[in-house]
């Protein structure tokens, strides 16, 4: 599933709204006319990740618990403004957001937002799963981070960027993008909610990521290697990942995966065998790992490789090694 919208994908109010609550889930969306119709809605959409350019209108949306009961999302929605102001209420608190923040918003809990026709944003929309998998304080007390300066502004500056070149993005090449963009994201907002007691636990569970990310194609990676690498009992290591939500053995599991798919998708590697990959990304098999591929991003890998080649200049395709 991959869906691109047109320029004149929402020529009227109704189709607005429509597309509006197709991308948000059940919800209350008032908008007021004022003279003929301007409204912007323009996104991209694949199975898991979708990015969203809207505004233009006098919009107030209501989303509300009746709503998340019969249509649960599990999204969280990082909010980009580039244009006027909107108002933002979620669990008790309520704020302007403006140019220069980045907004967090949990689509399961109840909320109101409410603009006018000044206002510009961009929405990424993540899987909440995928958040949590992360760093599940981020849910617990989403923030409003500075997109000005640092980590914030690189954040903000991908966004649009990803926005704007999203059509010519095939459906892997996008979900990496936005898997990336979530590290960076989580990353930032980790800083943002940091406490003293648990600051050392989120470095080290960082410090384990990155040696996974460096070291994932290395067949004999393992926690105890991590242990040692890092100066930490594998006890530790274990304590700090289970805070995490997540393993060992799955953190180890996943960035292997994400490094098969990058390889699919890159031109550069077509002169692998499927199976040549799985091998040099650490899988000891190819049928555990297309297993594992699929229930991962929910394409097989063989899939990725011919959405990535259906998608490049006829001159630069090339015939797929299977085996």
Known sequence: MYHCSEPDATPTAD?????FIGLHGASVVNLTEA?????????QQSRSYGVALCGNVREEFVRQPRH???DPRDTVELLVPTAGTAHVEQAGAAGVIAPGALALCDVDRPVRFSHAEDFLSVALLVPGEEVRRRNPAVLRDPPVLDGTAGLGRLIRQSVL???QERAHLSATTFDIACDQLLDLVCLAADGATDSAPGARRREVEAQVRRYVRRHAADPGLSIAGIARALGWSVRYLQDVLQAAGTTARDLIRSERLRLARSRLAAPGWDDRSISRIAYESGFAGHAAFTTAYRREFGVTPSQT????QATAPPSTRKVEPVM
């Open 35 to 43: 003279g003929p119709w301007a409204g912007r809605l323009e996104w």
């Open 305 to 308: 490789r011919h959405d990535r």
């Open 161 to 163: 960027t990803l926005q």
């Open 68 to 70: 998340i009961r019969t």
């Open 15 to 19: 189709a607005w709204r429509e597309a």
